[in-house]
């Protein structure tokens, strides 16, 4: 065991356990805003009290956020300080940029909303969601635009001393890689927030309880679902996916377990790749489809990993390979329920239909799982580059910081977590129970006493 492999999981880990929440307030962000219009439009209490609602499962989603979150700031100076001291220049400027603008805006206004409403007008209450709204987007794109940088550096000078500065702050924002990576990230982030806003609906039909606001859970739930879950396979996937095999044929050729460049290649639906043996086992492949897939042609020849240098091969091939195939089928299976449940909504039998709520209901967890095998296949397939051609991960990491102590906070990390999400459960599942209405709370409230 090395220090830099356990300086990779400390960060793999808290970065992995941070992202469940970001995913859920950016996605929720957005479905917040659809709740809070309908209600201004058509002066609807039941849509004004779902959309307090779910401020509120948002507000307990961005305080735990922020709490995992900031460890990971320490973690560049402490776990990865050669790299932030080389890399500082470039991604200390939108990661400023993410905490002063982003995140002030995203944490003030959602003050507002949640307890400002009897102080300030309808517009106005409506006008803190959509600022919320923006600032969480605005802060995921930050973000983003930084990690963007690491797998296709733009707009930078290698400098004698071996720094990197900035020589465009706009192509830095402006990055190629860094839209499409966002475009496929928040439309992710929307899956997430559609399937649990659609589960807690199924809950409350599937309950008797709360029925009415189990519809309008379900309703908005199924109709942002089947939309973002077309959106995330095509155009933004497809775009995206485009582009690594693009930049980084070692990336896109590990993930398909493509060993050897061919022309018309299949697409791998199920197997083991076999490193010793350059052959994936068990294969279940459709000819050609690889090929069509990212040149738009059957023809087209795709670059294996046999062209490729073996020390510029991903570290954990095959964790990569079955993190993106878990990536893929889990969406496809995204799409098929979600185009059956809206089928079911506009013949006016979902909310009767229990073998659909189930479904809806117990597939909540499935975008979570999603997220993070897409955010693994992203940075396991940048691998064994920290700064893609530019610094390997052996380069970056804090060698003055023993395997023993790296290892002694990441089980403190570990266990500090676990606690965390165990108060995170409790308070939601407690806010589900209570539901939207406050007759409901005040009930449970009084029943306590």
Known sequence: MTAELIHRLHFA???????????????????????????LRTGSEEWDKASRFWARIFAINFVFGVVTGIPMEFEFGTNWARFSRLSGGVIGQPLAMEGVFSFFLESAFLGLFLYGEK?????????????????????????????AWMQHPVAYNHLPNGQFEVVSFWQLLLNPWGLLQY?????????????????????????????????????????????????????????????????????????????????????????????????????LVV??????????????????????????????????????????????????LMIAAAFLLWRKKLYTARWILWLLLISFPLPYIANTAGWMTAEIGRQPWLIYGLMRTSEGFSNTVSVGNGLFTLIGFMGLYALLGLLFTVLVYREISLGPTPKARIVETTTAH
């Open 287 to 336: 000819n050609n489809v690889l090929s069509f897939l990212i040149y738009g042609t059957t023809k087209a020849e795709v670059t294996g990993l046999d062209r490729i240098p073996h020390d510029q091969w991903p570290s954990a091939l095959p964790l990569l390979f079955y993190a993106y195939h878990i990536m893929a089928g889990l969406g496809t299976y995204f799409v098929l």
């Open 13 to 39: 880990f808290t970065i992995t356990f941070h992202y469940l929440f970001p995913q859920l307030t950016m996605g929720l962000a957005l479905l917040i805003v659809v709740l809070k219009t309908v209600a």
């Open 119 to 147: 102080r300030i007008s309808k517009t106005m209450h409506w006008f803190s969601a959509v600022m919320v709204f923006a600032g969480s987007w605005i802060s995921g794109f930050f973000i983003i635009v930084t990690d």
């Open 183 to 283: 475009m496929h990230n928040m439309t992710g982030a929307v899956v997430t927030a559609s399937f649990v806003m659609a589960a807690v609906g199924a809950f409350y039909l599937l309950d008797g309880k709360n029925t009415n606001y189990g519809r309008i859970f379900t309703r908005v739930g199924v109709i942002s679902g089947v939309i973002s879950t077309i959106l995330i396979i095509f155009p933004t996937g497809d775009l995206h996916g485009k582009y690594v095999a693009r930049h980084q044929p070692a990336a896109m050729a590990a993930m398909e377990g493509l060993f050897h460049s061919e022309t018309g290649a299949g697409i791998v639906l199920m197997g083991q790749p076999n490193e010793e043996t350059g052959l994936i086992d068990n294969p």
